[in-house]
């Protein structure tokens, strides 16, 4: 079962890059490392997903070093609308729901 | 994209009262998921199906709480004789299967269960 380790909590201003990082030491071969972001009293949304190196989209970029033992989700430029809770999830949900969990999140306050 | 959809948002009942609560998936995602969520935790893995196949479940869901998908679509979360510890964020996710893909899951935005 992939344990991930994330910050509990950070604190950013508007305008800078927010990077959070999460530890995942057992990740398996065949796991992959998805972030979701979850507002209050709303459901986790998908942000991005990566099995190795880095991957972007419009919101988020995620890098993966080569051992793949931790990865870094960066958020540029962050505004107070991305004050929430950000998830590290590993693992392959989709033939291994069980084994893939959700950790506590790490809170994130941008500041005007 | 209609979403995941989850009824009721709320739900207020007393100890010992049986609730059911449901989930519409989106309509071409074939894997449903339960998840549990309490104050200040990340989501807690319940059960998932795969069309009308319940593949998974928890140790977290114990002889009180059952769930089906009797036609491959929506879903219904049952609990039974409900305990205080009952109380919690009830999410439903879906997702499509996609062969050698590890397909992203789409979150409801749950239903609120409190226990009085």
């Known amino acids: 079962l992939a344990k991930t380790t994330q910050p509990i909590s950070m604190d950013s201003y508007e305008g800078q890059e927010v990077n959070i990082t999460c530890s995942h030491n057992n990740i398996a071969t065949n796991d992959y490392i998805t972030w979701y972001q979850q507002f209050p009293s709303q459901g986790p949304r998908f942000i991005i997903q990566g099995y190795k190196t880095k991957v972007t989209n419009e919101v988020a970029s995620l890098f993966i070093p080569a051992d793949r033992k931790s990865s870094t989700l960066s958020l540029p430029r962050v505004s107070l609308s991305d004050t929430a809770v950000y998830y590290c999830l590993v693992g392959r949900y989709n033939t291994n729901a069980g084994k893939s969990t959700f950790g506590d999140g790490t809170t994130l306050t941008v500041k005007p | 994209d209609t979403g995941v959809s989850q009824d009721p948002r709320h739900k207020i009942t007393k100890r010992g009262q049986n609730v059911t609560f449901r989930c519409d998936p989106i309509?071409?995602?074939?894997?449903l998921y339960w998840y549990r969520q309490t104050l200040g935790q990340g989501p807690e893995f319940l059960t998932y199906?795969?069309?009308?196949?319940?593949?998974?479940k928890s140790r977290l869901l114990s002889d009180r709480f059952s769930a089906e998908r009797p036609k491959g679509s929506f879903s219904t979360l049952e609990i039974q004789r409900t305990e205080q510890g009952d109380s919690a964020m009830y999410l439903c996710?879906?997702?499509?299967?996609?062969?050698?893909?590890?397909?992203?899951?789409?979150f409801g935005d749950g239903t609120r269960l409190s226990i009085l």
């Open positions: 199906f795969q069309n009308e196949a319940q593949l998974e």
């Open positions: 996710a879906s997702s499509s299967s996609g062969d050698g893909f590890n397909q992203p899951q789409h």
């Open positions: 309509s071409e995602h074939n894997r």
